[in-house]
């Protein structure tokens, strides 16, 4: 009745020679918008009063019924849970950079949030001594044995197509027999939350299991992290584990590095964390073979490996977690930078912002550190400093030292306020946010290693390194970069190092390389080992981020690698905690306070000991002395080993989803 009366109010006082049949048939369907809004909001009211009948508001609250009418229903297992849909972010810009992890939509995940505490333990792990006696048992598979774990791959096609907040959508299917819940002796095992990537569980005697690790998403190669959960244990039981498909010919098991374990009674009784465990450890290679194949056609077969050990659990019925190093997950460096921003100190000399998206949309932080003090002039001269990290997923011991770097950088330390008065720091803590979050040992969701395309040309299929060098490449036009290093993890040697590149073709430059990380050895002396540095640049490193950053012009340009295990320096012959991953970032911000000194004494210093260190080299490898006038007359790189020494693997073509896109192409003959 009211919208006719406005109607014929308005046909009555408007002038026929102005109305027109476009005005006539717009206040038409503006009231009958009007009209279809209110009904709209009559059902929904009586949706809502229907639904907060069924639902308890403990599920659906108030607050969020206000703000949305649609109802989601997510699984946890097989038991649905209803939630209201969040709103839209305005033209789908996020409202904040902390958004949730995005996974490939075929990937079963589990919706709870695992968190483990930070602890260290009171002494210094010891490695494992072997005995001599340790055995090698072959792998016997599901043909002997009972297949007590098995998930899908989480790859139904060969490529990455789309991701998903929460992964597969519908229930998650079961990764067990009805026998095996039967059996309460039987150890119940899982993966599926975020960085695990157990593959399938087969019990082959009582308490006897062989495990098979999910290789990295859409490839054939990869197998050397691992993290999964373990419910159902006895304790005072000793039990066997064997992983069957590891990859690597050596390994860090063979001198002496043990597993990590940790208990969540413990953690919640005692306050402790991950603790190495394992007794009986043994790295070998087995019957098993693995065909890789690079650019969908088998190249070679290569040999498997295991690795055993025994163990116990401290309680009966705990739930406990394996792995291969410390996990540091995505949603955990979410939360991490969640503190630093909220920190409104921090926030004067710290700025976070999105560098880029990954290939499954997860966001690609980057953080400016530097003190906003000065005036523009003051600010413009400044160099830069770049650090990065995570580039391989598996290598969390990598995000360890991130976070000692930045907690140090961000502290109230008079070093910290002098290094940001002093530098612009960039700093892009986690590279490959994807691979983390999938639990990929090496490579991304394009099924490629990033650490060989930082040169592509392929921005929307590596955006995460494509968009590091250009932001690189930008920041060296305003102003002086002195030093790049990307952090990473090795496992096939002990102990602290760095890879950089000779300066061979300057004269005046030679040697230099070398000075940051002689430093860095004497102020880490108990972790970093100078001699296991390498400097030479092979052809097959070309994509890496250290050699591209080093072609652009950087000449301090690294990757310094930490072990999976320990030292054996200082403390000789014990593992790594995470205070001891977390301190090399201090050290780094120290050594760069040494390098950069404007007292050039410490620099004079570490060039006149690398010259006698390479006289006494000549003299035992070669044979040769230093020319008259103190050149060389040979390359100093040809004396370091024909191998680099390094942990990477060599350039393995296209991304897969464009290897696939060139087969679809038909070819006429």
């Known amino acids: 009745i009211t919208c006719q009366v406005h109607w014929f109010e308005c046909v009555k006082n408007c002038n026929a020679a102005v109305l027109t049949y476009t005005t006539v048939a717009f206040m038409f369907f503006l009231y009958i918008g009007i009209f279809l809004s209110y009904m709209y909001n009559s059902i929904t009211f009586f949706c809502d009063a229907v639904m907060f009948s069924i639902y308890p508001p403990v599920t659906l ?3 969020q019924a206000l703000r949305t009418r649609q109802l989601v229903i997510d699984f946890d297992g097989e038991r649905p849970i209803p939630r209201l849909r969040e709103p839209l972010d305005l033209f789908a810009i996020p409202s904040t950079p902390f958004q949730g992890v995005r996974w490939p939509i075929e990937y079963e995940v589990f919706k709870e949030a695992i968190h483990h505490i930070e602890w260290d333990p009171p002494d210094p792990e010891p490695f494992y001594q072997p005995t001599g006696h340790e055995r090698a048992p072959m792998p016997v598979g599901e043909e002997k044995g009972n297949v007590v774990y098995c998930i899908d791959p989480g790859t139904k096609t060969s490529y990455f197509t ?42 082959v005697g009582v308490h006897d299991y062989e495990l098979t690790l999910r290789t990295d998403m859409y490839t054939t190669k990869h ?53 190495r465990t394992g007794s009986n450890i043994r790295y070998y290679r087995n019957q098993h073979h693995q065909a890789e194949q690079d650019n969908n056609t088998t190249t070679n077969t290569k040999s498997l490996h295991s690795l055993t050990w025994t163990g116990q659990f401290p309680y009966d019925f705990d739930t406990c977690y394996l792995a291969h190093c410390y996990p540091y997950t995505y949603s955990h460096l979410q939360r991490y930078l969640s503190r630093l921003t909220s920190n409104s100190a921090t926030g004067a000399y710290c700025k976070l912002r999105v560098l880029c998206r990954s290939l499954a949309g997860n966001a690609v932080h980057v953080l400016t550190v530097t003190s906003p003090g000065g005036g523009w002039m003051d600010r413009s001269a400044k160099r830069a400093v770049v650090v990065t990290a995570r580039v391989h997923p598996g290598e969390t011991n990598s995000s ?28 892009v803590p986690m590279l490959n946010p994807d691979g983390v979050v999938v639990g990929n040992y090496r490579c991304s969701l394009a099924g490629r290693d990033l650490n060989r395309n930082y040169n592509t040309l392929l921005r929307d299929s590596f955006p995460c390194v494509w968009h590091t060098r250009n932001m690189v490449k930008r920041l060296m036009a305003e102003r002086d970069v002195v030093l790049y290093c990307d952090f990473h993890g090795h496992s096939r040697k002990n102990n602290v190092f760095m890879y950089g590149c000779t300066n ?3 004269a005046t430059q030679r040697l230099h390389e070398r000075v940051f990380p002689l430093m860095m050895s004497k102020n880490a002396n108990d972790k970093f080992s100078f001699r296991s540095c390498k400097f030479r640049v092979h052809q097959s490193k070309e994509g890496t981020g250290r050699v591209v950053m080093w072609r652009l012009g950087i000449r301090n340009s690294y990757t310094m690698e930490s072990t999976f295990g320990g030292s054996t320096l200082g403390k000789k012959g014990t593992h790594f905690s995470t205070r001891d991953l977390k301190s090399l970032g201090y050290y780094l911000c120290d050594t760069l306070l040494d390098y950069c000194d404007p007292d050039p004494t410490k620099t004079s210093h570490c060039l006149a000991e690398l010259r006698a260190m390479l006289r006494q080299e000549l003299r035992e490898r070669l044979g040769q002395e230093v020319d008259s006038d103190g050149s060389l007359s040979v390359s100093i790189s040809d004396i370091e080993s024909s191998t680099s020494g390094s942990n990477s693997t060599e350039s393995d073509g296209l991304p897969v989803h464009l290897l696939n896109r060139i087969d679809e192409v038909p070819f006429e003959p």
């Not at 597969?168 to 067990?176: D, E």
């Not at 009805?178 to 993966?191: G, I, N, R, V, Y």
């Not at 244990?233 to 039990?239: F, N, Q, S």
Request: charged letters at 25%; proline letters at 2%; glycine letters at 8%.
């Open 504 to 506: 061979s073709d300057d």
């Open 61 to 63: 609250h108030l607050g």
């Open 162 to 203: 789309y991701s998903r907040v929460g992964g597969s959508r519908g229930p998650i299917k079961s990764s067990t027999s009805c026998a095996m819940h039967q059996d309460k002796s039987t150890l119940a095992f899982e993966s599926r939350f975020e960085s695990g990537n157990l593959q399938k569980a087969v019990q």
């Open 400 to 427: 360890w030292m991130m976070q000692g770097f930045l907690d140090f950088l961000l502290g109230e330390s008079d070093d910290a306020r002098l290094l940001r008065e002093t530098f612009v720091f960039k700093v």
């Open 223 to 275: 197998t050397q992290w691992f993290y999964f959960r373990v419910r159902n244990m006895k304790a005072g039981v000793t039990y066997r584990f064997t992983i069957v498909n590891l990859m690597k010919a050596s390994s860090l098991y063979c001198l002496g590095m043990r597993p990590l374990l940790y208990s969540e009674r413990a953690a919640w009784e005692k306050g402790e964390g991950w603790r």
